[in-house]
């Protein structure tokens, strides 16, 4: 028996561990991994690794040496074709930046498939976004835009020394959670830099605007929240604009739906996501409106039961308890509990019995302004109600959900030995990554 997981993301890399560990060591099946990247870094940090506070190669985990202690197989691959009749699935040929083929065209067999390839930015096809925007879609984007980071801070760190008056502007687009947290991220990168030698860089000189179409940022979390973070970004110089709709974007410039234009040297395009595009012109598959994969209650498709989707790419419709209908939201802790779920179902169907339905349990929302604060709501109290946090209980709340997801994929005393190292390269390496 084979069972193929495509993505190894905050997910799918828990559920090829769980997967490896229960039924790949021991022979009962057959785990395959394929990622079209050879390393994991968990998507919540991608803000991190743009500003450059974390380097995504100490915290990067290579598949193949982690498939080798896990029990599973790896392989690289970009999913480009799921024949559910077949039950097979087609990996598009690798190539060298050369043009030479490193390896052809590829199907791979099935008896259970998981579908965990995330999502990518949602342009809502605004013209110029694909073009003139940078996104953080992925670890390579991330690095992409880091590099131009460091390069402007370069370049202006030079610049001042004959103009006083130049600056640094990067726009943001989208004040979701990610949106946010880069512009807290940038603001904490800008203080490193003039600490780490370009010393004509100060405050003033970065200039970040955050672009919101609705009337206030982080619309998931309460109002009283989304004031304390627009007063806090506010405070440390982020200009936030709200009710501010982008009808287009050109090079180094946003329009508004009501004629205004906003200059930058960076755009930053985080305004929402969709599942990959190709999902919805699979035969044999159903979508909704974000190319999601439409699940039964066991996260099976309808159609096919031996193909499941999880996390941001699956489309789970829930009823909440005032009777509403949502989809289950796209986050890290849908992505970990569906991949709970499905290494259940599986199993349960390995010993002939019939998969269980998943049911998604909110724990909250946190939100993290670096390593200046954290806001958030925690879900769950004494009577089932939700908590508002900030400040250091919600910092240690947000940087305990990485460490969950290490302990899924690492064990406990592996991440406990993560958590060490981690503290000695605060001592050890720069706080930035330079270059
Ligand atoms: C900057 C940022 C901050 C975030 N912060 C939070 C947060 O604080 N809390 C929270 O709950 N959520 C947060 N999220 C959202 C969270 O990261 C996602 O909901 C979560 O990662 C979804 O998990 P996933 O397994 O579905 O997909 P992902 O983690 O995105 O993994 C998808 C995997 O599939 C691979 N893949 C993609 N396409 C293919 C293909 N065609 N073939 C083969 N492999 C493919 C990718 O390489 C990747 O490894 C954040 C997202 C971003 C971008």
Known sequence: MRVVIVGGGAGGL???????RKLGRGKKAEIVLVDHKPVHIWKPLLHEVASGSLDAAVDAVSYRAHAHLNGYMFKLGRLEQINSEDK????????????????????????????????????FGVEGVSEFCHFLDSHSQAVDFHERLVNNFIRLNQQLENNPEKRLHIAIVGGGATGVELSAELLRARE?????GLKNVRSEHLEISLIEAGPRVLPALSESISESVIKELTRRGVRVWVNTQISEAKENTLLTNDGNSIAADTLV????????????????IETNNANQIIVTPT??????????AMGDCAGLEITEASGAKKWVPPRAQSAHQMASQISSNIIRLVNNKKPAAFSYRDYGSLVSLSDYTAFGRLMGGIGGGS??????????????????????????????LLMISDKLNRFLRPRLKLH
């Open 299 to 308: 996260l099976q498709t309808q159609q096919h039961p031996t193909i499941f």
């Open 88 to 123: 097979s699935i087609q990996l598009a040929a690798i190539k060298e930046k050369s043009g030479e083929e490193i390896l052809p065209v590829r199907f791979i067999k099935f008896d259970y498939l998981v579908v965990a390839i995330g999502s990518v930015s949602n342009d």
């Open 387 to 416: 908590l508002n946090v900030q400040g250091r209980i919600a910092r240690f709340t947000y940087v305990s959900l990485y460490r969950l997801h290490q302990s899924a994929i690492h064990g406990y005393l592996r991440t406990a």
């Open 14 to 20: 828990e559920l090829a561990t769980k997967l490896g």
């Open 269 to 284: 395009w985080a305004a929402g996501i969709k599942a990959p595009e190709f999902l919805k012109l699979t035969a044999g």
């Open 192 to 196: 490193w830099f003039s600490t780490y």
